[in-house]
């Protein structure tokens, strides 16, 4: 049982490419996330989905795009990328709403905007 | 919006000894979930331990456990006789009721510094 994973697990992008980062589960988890991670500061949630087909935005979304073709998979998308998406990138899922479980982390992306 | 917030940026403790991370919340809602992350070197998000605000007992995972003080809106972290795999980034995050808000809203994090 692989869980979450994140791929790449590192990238450098210069400013203005665009990028995808992936994110599958193998759990069959209705509820997935993406989070960003800036250092010093806890995660702050950009996009979440409550199944296939179905997204909205969380705290940050300005500067990304994600879709939910699958159950399985999240794909978060930067179009234009800035140094101020410098960060790391975390996608979760969790098994239903309101589940006192918690998340299921991947192990992250680290990205790096020149 | 509820926010979560953890005082200590940074704690250390010698190996074996007791370590109290703290983390208050601030929500209007009776019912909700806390948890406490950790995140070493490796970058992964581990689940140490999750409380229910329903639930009166404090929740107890070996040598992790809660103080959980609903009415102080509080929730702090115990560390029994620390381990060297011990240090790493604590995160308090809080969870919203069923049918209300999805997302985990994290503290600022606590490093933890465990010394030999």
């Known amino acids: ?114 | 919006a509820q926010t979560v917030t953890q005082s200590q940026p940074e704690m250390s403790v010698q190996e074996a000894e007791t370590v109290t991370l703290s983390c208050t919340y601030d929500t209007s809602e009776s019912d909700y979930y806390l948890f406490w992350y950790k995140q070493p070197p490796s970058r992964q998000m581990i689940l140490v331990i999750r409380q229910e605000a329903y639930k009166q007992q404090n929740a107890t995972e070996n040598r992790f456990s809660v103080n959980f003080q609903k009415a102080a809106k509080s929730f702090s972290l115990k560390i029994s006789d620390s381990q060297l795999g011990d240090a790493a980034m604590y995160f308090c995050a809080y969870r919203g009721p069923q049918g209300g808000s999805e997302k985990l809203v994290f503290g600022k994090g606590t490093k933890l510094t465990v010394n030999p």
Not at chain 1, 12 to 24: A, H, P, Y
Not at chain 1, 81 to 109: D, K
């Open chain 1, 1 to 114: 049982n692989a869980g979450v994973t994140q791929t790449p697990k590192f990238r450098i992008l210069k400013i203005g490419q665009s990028m995808t980062l992936q994110c599958t589960q193998d759990m069959n988890h209705n509820y997935m996330y993406w989070y960003r991670q800036d250092p010093g500061m806890g995660l702050k949630l950009i996009y979440y989905s409550v199944g296939a087909g179905i997204t909205d935005k969380g705290e940050v979304p300005n500067g990304y795009n994600v879709s939910r073709s699958t159950t399985e998979d999240f794909p978060l998308r930067l179009e234009l990328a800035a140094p101020s998406q410098t960060s790391v990138y975390f996608c979760a899922s969790s098994v239903r709403r309101g589940s006192n479980y918690g998340y299921t982390f991947g192990s992250g992306t680290r990205l790096t905007v020149v």
